[in-house]
């Protein structure tokens, strides 16, 4: 597909030859994911998170189907229909904890996929749609997640439906009615729970097809490397097949491990207890959290405090959606022409406080909103911001990179004395000039 | 590798020497693809089998019906297993009719003894759903008719059951089915355990 020298497919009888005249479908299969799609050869295990998050949808879609044959969508019975599940279904147990930790592995996969791409600078050129198109996932990915977590109709469930939509209620004039709109009524009820069942069945296909659209973007200039460096010879590169199938299997077979170990062995560790409660409309539970993986959004939601012109429940909404919508402009934030973090020493320790930060909002996210918390959490996010719109741009202009390899096959000889200025990326300020 | 021995000339390799490495490599293959593929195939077995009626299904497999208020010559439905079940009273003149018929000349040879249980010809128990196609025959309530033999009559496509539940006349292949049942006592009776 990307390179010259990309194998070319080659029926291997009679009947793949007829169908390939029809519907080059083997073709398509062979060209993407075959010995026709010829892959940087110095790629780590960090390049295994795409496969493992594709994967982790076909779990969550390949249950969810079953968990829907089962589960009923209305008020009065969800909570007790999922309780059939785990009590009297066949293995429904097991289905529904597959499921739910599921997700979270799905989470967890897919944040990896992403912090790989920031750390080795796969959101720049000319892979900027590969990156946008993960956004669009990542943004459809919450949305399902969230109105999954719905579904239960357990205390958790009922008041999260009622603090995400009242986001929504945050926006000037509109607020109210859109979040009447969003619910159906006045408060979540039937009509809440039925759509929320609908679009949550809905919208992993909608992901499948725009994972489409990221992979097929992906696969013109082909995969990125840990040098950042472009491929340029067939020495560069093995193809997909059997060189990354066997890799990816054996990321596969460890990711797999975990997953059962978790859905075996502490299936609820992840989860909130108050949702085996039913939901009820006059008490809302103590301490209301999201799942994990929105700790972070959840604590910078929750930084603003203060109303400044806009009132400060409008501003968390309005940074907590912000710091996603940030990243769609990050290929240009960050025009530094080096792409692997790697051969960049200032760019990557401050991407190593990223994480922390990060990790910091996480931590904040999951406590009650209370001092000292909500202090460090209007730090972090203060940073967080910062990141992306001061640091990045400034280092990009003034951070002095480490000498590229010739090339990834050189790289991978360990031909690192031998290195020399990138022969490929214009505008590259030469790293090797006289000293 | 100690695990592959065996040369079987097939993967001894070119004059490189390498033969070991090679018959090394296919042999993770295989057991890694067959490790795979039986955890694959593990994992079929609860996203088929939950489709398996559910322990709560399971749990109303028997039922108990009281006998005690059921009058000769008259007949009760009630639901097992979500579908229509009949019990019936007969009258001595219709066991006498059941037993007159000769059973050679049946579609589907059974007796009333076979079809009731010892010393209790008097309670026809059936499923009341027609051998043909799954319709609902009538007889089993007041006034319905119950067909040329005095048993039940199928509306969908016209099939007529005697007095011991047995096809006659029309399409059905089989008799009512009698399903499996025990007397806890003289006078009630567990529909869905076997004796």
Not at chain 1, 6 to 20: F, Q, S, T, V
Not at chain 1, 196 to 210: C, Q
Not at chain 1, 300 to 308: K, Q, S
Not at chain 1, 397 to 406: H, I, S, Y
């Amino acid at each position: 597909m990307s390179f010259p020298w990309a194998e070319e497919y080659r029926p291997k009888n009679g009947l793949m030859r007829w169908l390939d005249q029809r519907l080059p479908l083997p073709r398509l299969v062979y060209g993407a994911v075959g010995g026709g799609y010829p892959v940087p050869r110095n790629l780590n295990y960090f390049w295994n998170f795409g496969v493992l998050a594709g994967i982790a949808l076909v779990i969550q879609i390949v249950t969810g189907i079953i968990l829907a044959m089962h589960y009923v969508p209305y008020d009065a019975q969800a909570f007790r229909s999922v309780e059939h599940i785990m009590r009297d279904v066949n293995q429904g147990w097991l289905l529904r904890y597959l499921h739910a930790n599921g997700a979270s592995f799905f989470f967890i996969v897919t944040y990896i996929h992403i912090f790989r791409g920031l750390y080795y600078g796969s959101y720049k050129a000319p892979r900027e749609l590969v990156w946008m198109l993960g956004l669009v996932i990542l943004l459809l990915m919450m949305a399902t997640a969230f109105m999954g977590y719905v579904l239960p109709w357990g205390q958790m469930s009922f008041w999260a439906s009622k603090v995400i939509t009242g986001l929504f209620g945050a926006i000037p004039l509109v607020g109210e009615p859109v979040q009447q709109w969003l619910l159906g009524g006045y408060a979540p009820d039937q009509p809440t729970l039925n759509r929320f069942f609908s679009l949550h069945y809905l919208l992993p296909f909608v992901i499948a097809g725009v994972i489409i659209l990221h992979i097929w973007a992906l696969h013109i200039p082909g995969s990125g490397n840990p040098t950042g460096v472009d491929v340029k010879t067939p020495q560069d590169t093995l193809p997909f097949h059997p060189y990354y199938t066997a890799k990816d299997g054996f990321g596969l077979g460890v990711f797999l491990v975990l997953l059962a170990a978790v859905t075996f062995f502490a299936p609820n560790y992840l989860g909130h207890a108050d949702n085996y409660i039913p939901a009820n409309p006059l008490s809302t539970p103590s301490h209301i959290v999201p799942e994990w993986y929105f700790w972070p959004f959840y604590a910078i939601l929750r930084a603003f405090t203060v109303d400044f012109i806009l009132p400060a429940k409008l501003w968390g909404v309005l940074a907590m959606f912000g710091s996603i919508i940030l990243l769609f402009f990050l290929p240009w934030l960050d025009p530094s022409p080096v792409r692997s973090g790697n051969y960049r020493p200032r760019f990557r320790q401050f991407f190593w406080i990223l994480i922390l930060d990060i990790l910091v909002l996480g931590w904040c996210g999951g406590l009650p909103a209370e001092e000292p918390y909500v202090m460090i959490s209007q730090v972090a996010t203060i940073y967080y911001f910062a990141h992306f719109l001061i640091v990045l741009p400034i280092l990009s202009w003034t951070e002095r990179t480490l000498p590229l390899p010739n090339s990834i096959s050189e790289s991978v000889l360990h031909g690192e004395e031998r290195e020399a200025a990138p022969a490929d990326l214009s505008g590259v300020r030469p790293a090797t000039a006289a000293e | 590798m100690a695990t592959v021995e065996h040369s079987d000339g097939t993967l001894a390799a070119g004059p490189d020497g390498e033969s070991d490495g090679l018959r090394r490599r296919e042999f993770i293959n295989i057991a890694a693809v067959s490790v795979a593929g039986v955890g694959a195939a593990t994992t079929l077995y609860p996203l088929v089998n939950q489709m398996n009626p559910s322990a709560d299904v399971l749990a109303l497999a028997s039922i108990e019906v009281d006998l005690a208020a059921i009058q000769p010559g008259q007949a009760v439905k009630t639901i097992f297993r979500k579908q229509p079940l009949f019990i019936r009273h007969l009258t001595p003149a219709e066991i006498q009719a059941a037993n007159a018929v000769p059973v050679g000349s049946l579609r589907d040879p059974q007796t009333l003894a076979e079809r009731t249980k010892e010393g209790k010809p008097q309670w026809l128990i059936t499923m009341g759903v027609c051998t043909h196609l799954g319709c609902v025959p009538l007889g089993a309530a007041e006034g319905e008719v119950r067909g040329q033999f005095g048993g039940y009559f199928c509306p969908c496509h016209g099939s007529h059951y005697d007095t011991a539940a047995r096809v006659r006349k029309g399409p059905a292949p089989k008799n009512l089915e009698v399903p499996d049942y025990v007397f806890k006592s003289d006078t009630v009776v567990t529909v869905g355990e076997e004796a």
